[in-house]
């Protein structure tokens, strides 16, 4: 049985779990083997089994009076083991943590003196970093420094500074001591170790810049750590060492930014020969009627599929080991814009490897329907027939995704993408798209404003509007999926974000993205006008 940390009620899983079924855990146990337990606990000699067959039997002994006994003794056999440096490991630390939080919960306020002071004098006498550091933490979780609380500081303070210390351990060991600087109202000595930790992180990221493995991504994000730290130092107490680095580590962050991008490769997969499906596209475009060659430019592709989407990305991350580490995204410039955690969630309640692995292959699919079918079926409605910007303004109106007021704007920009200008149907239609979507919103009676504590009312922006569960009930899920890739968040185009602050370069105001934007704003009109054009022509008989 595997102990599991942090669980006082369940404190041990099963070893082994293979397709729906297990091995054994304590609550399998009937009476009768919990009986055998006890009869080995009688003559077992080894502390550590006793300990672990006491622990069980307190949790699952019939009679309640005797269960706090085994209890109690499961505490004393680990206690009697003592604390020896040789012997410690991340098991033993466990093993104590259970036996304090059973002395705890339980009362055994003799025992938990005990703990307490096996614990700190054992860690005094240490000259390991790795074992001070491992007991103190646990000392300080448990809230059992006490008197100890000044030696134990002192001690500390000594080991994390010695020059065999290794950084990452010096680090881990100065974060704890700023903690305990804080708690004992000290903020002077807690910003002596912020500083202390950022220089480490400056030392480790200046060596990442030499030699033949260097790396300026990871100087980056090492030196992000040390202005991380550095801001922690109130302003009162960053002398003129920490004052100085604050000014100057920005630019050496942009500076390292700039040199990662040198050492970024581009993969290649084999060429796609999509002479056939352009073909097709071309032929079935030509020859139809302006409102049936709309349609089929419109309606041809389907939206994005989410759930194909992230089946896609599912089937990438098998057998891959990028979903086990984290994932920093850089701009053009080299400006560090997301950071992320190899398991952690996304906003929208996916991991954050997956959604990278979904965005990948809706970048893919959304190339391949640009030139497949977006580009060349334009191609046809261009030169066959001759759209007017008149001709938008009454297909918009016609659409009531789109506010009233902003027909004219929608209209603009979509004449403008069927002239060939897409950068400024893009640079209007970003906008518009947030306001359609604050419309609908309203629309459905759900609030899309915020009050200040001093009462001013400001508009919820796109990004925030697109994680409520409401966007899919309004949108649906495949629509919602692309507008959250397009326009939401730094894993993707962010075009909301890049579009707002210029920060959007000429090319890419050309390129696909723009083109697919364009598009999907000319579906989401065309197809309720087409539809409602359609449904007229049969109830007139036409």
Known sequence: ?????????????????????????????????????????????????????????????????????FARIAVENWLSQ??????????????????????????????????????????????????????????????????????????????????????????????????????????????????????????????????????????SSFTEKALQHLKRIPRKHRHERAESLLASLPMRIRDYGLRSLEEMHRFESDPVDLTQPVEYTRQSTSGRSTSDALAYLCGAMPLAS???????????????????????????????????????????????????????????????????????????????HKLKRADFEVIVRGASVIPPKSVGLVA???????????????????????????????????PTSKFSSEGAESEVGLSALMELDEAEELFGEDLTFEMRALFCGPTGPNLRNNVAHGLISSDEANGHHALYVWWLCLRLVYVPFFNGMRSAEKESGA
Not at 194 to 212: H, K, M, N, V, Y
Request: hydrophobic fraction near 40%; aromatic fraction near 10%.
């Open 1 to 69: 049985m595997w102990p599991r940390d942090g669980n006082f009620e369940e404190p041990y899983g099963p070893m082994v779990q293979i397709e729906g079924r297990r091995s054994a855990v304590p609550a399998d146990l009937t009476e009768y083997e919990l009986g055998l337990l006890a009869g080995a606990l009688k003559h077992s000699p080894h502390a550590r089994l006793n300990a672990r067959l006491a622990d069980i039997l307190w949790m699952h002994w019939p009679d309640t009076k005797q269960r706090y006994s």
């Open 306 to 384: 989410f759930d194909e989407m992230k089946r896609q990305g599912e089937e990438s991350l098998l057998g891959s080991i990028s979903a086990l580490f984290g994932h920093v995204t850089l701009t053009g410039d080299g400006r560090v814009t997301n950071v992320s955690d190899a398991d952690g969630m996304n906003r929208y309640g996916q991991k954050e490897s997956l959604w990278r692995a979904m965005i990948q292959a809706y970048e893919i699919r959304l190339q391949l329907v640009c030139m497949a079918h977006i580009r060349p079926a334009l191609d046809v409605v261009t030169s066959e």
């Open 412 to 446: 603009h920009a979509l004449y403008d993408g069927y002239t060939g200008n897409f950068a400024s149907a893009l640079h209007i239609l970003t906008p518009q798209i947030e306001d359609m979507v604050r419309y609908q919103f309203r629309e459905g009676g759900l």
């Open 82 to 219: 003592g604390i020896q440096e040789d012997q410690w490991s991340r098991g033993l630390e466990s093993e104590f943590e259970r036996s304090i939080e059973l002395a705890k919960r339980l009362r055994f306020s003799d025992l938990l003196d005990s703990i307490q002071e096996e614990l700190c004098k054992a860690t005094l006498i240490s000259k390991s970093p790795v074992f001070v550091y491992g007991w103190a933490r646990v000392l300080t979780k448990h809230r059992l420094l006490g008197t100890w609380f000044d030696a134990m500081r002192r001690h500390l303070n000594e080991l994390a500074y010695r020059d065999d210390v290794s950084p990452a351990l010096a680090r881990e060991i100065m974060e704890l001591l700023a903690t305990w600087a804080i708690s004992a109202g000290d903020p002077s000595e807690a910003s002596a170790h912020f500083l202390a930790i950022a220089e480490s992180w400056l030392g480790d990221a200046e060596l990442r810049t030499q030699g033949a493995g260097a790396s300026y991504l990871v100087a």
